[in-house]
């Protein structure tokens, strides 16, 4: 069964705290792994995609990674801007699935 | 810039009425989708479009109904609202190519009492 699990559900961090969040995924023919950022109350927002493992995506103070199983968001030295749920989402032929989500909260 | 507009933002239903929630986007985009998010669970799939004239059914499609007369609009009828359908629903487009970021409304939260 194609499925998408991303964990923690939630983390806090101290400013400047680094840590990973993890997507690991089980989809025949996938053709892209994709990050997305959503504030409360409003709709995700694109932040990365990645297509063969191996490849890594960087903005600002977010690197993306993949391998054959899992993807990681990396965050590096966070800030409280940074607080919102991070969504993972797979792309496969007649398929987009998403995780359920990493609620991240940065501490000042 | 608008890109994707979603109206209502809020609305409450009573059980059994129906309402329309309206999606437009002016990125001349192919493709367009409806999901809905509740807490704790991924967005679900409601209904999705390839194009003007075309729909299909995505993974929940129960109790609702698109059409898609335009390229920009594509609204989600929902029929003798039930409390099942109390959540938060968002509308999204992309350009259905190999790289296929999806753009996203601001949502409307829906309640059936």
């Known amino acids: 069964e194609d499925q998408v699990t991303q964990s923690p559900e939630a983390l806090r961090l101290q400013e400047g705290e680094s840590s990973s969040l993890n997507c690991s995924y089980t989809?025949?023919?996938?053709?892209?792994l994709f990050w997305y950022r959503q504030d409360p109350g409003k709709g995700p927002e694109f932040l990365f995609t990645?297509?063969?493992a191996g490849e890594e995506k960087e903005k600002e103070r977010l690197k993306a990674t993949l391998t054959k199983k899992e993807s990681f968001l990396h965050i590096t030295a966070p800030k409280p801007e940074d607080s919102a749920t991070y969504l993972c989402?797979?792309?496969?032929?007649?398929?987009?699935?998403f995780g359920t989500g990493t609620r991240l909260k940065v501490l000042a | 810039n608008a890109g994707v507009t979603q109206t209502p933002k809020f609305r409450i239903l009573k059980i059994g009425q129906s309402m329309t929630l309206q999606c437009a986007q002016d990125?001349?985009?192919?493709?367009m989708y409806w999901y809905r998010q509740d807490p704790g669970m991924g967005l679900k799939l409601i209904y999705y479009?390839?194009?003007?004239?075309?729909?299909d059914k995505g993974e929940v499609p129960n109790g609702y109904n698109v059409s898609r007369s335009t390229t920009e609009d594509f609204p989600l009828r929902l029929e003798l609202a039930a409390p099942s359908q109390t959540s938060v629903y968002f509308c999204?487009?992309?350009?259905?190519?190999?790289?296929?970021?999806?753009?996203f409304g601001s949502g409307t939260q829906l309640s059936v009492l």
């Open positions: 999204a487009s992309s350009t259905g190519g190999s790289n296929e970021k999806l753009f």
């Open positions: 990125m001349n985009h192919n493709y």
């Open positions: 989402a797979v792309q496969a032929p007649n398929k987009y699935i």
């Open positions: 989809v025949s023919g996938l053709r892209g």
């Open positions: 990645l297509y063969s």
């Open positions: 479009s390839v194009g003007a004239g075309i729909t």
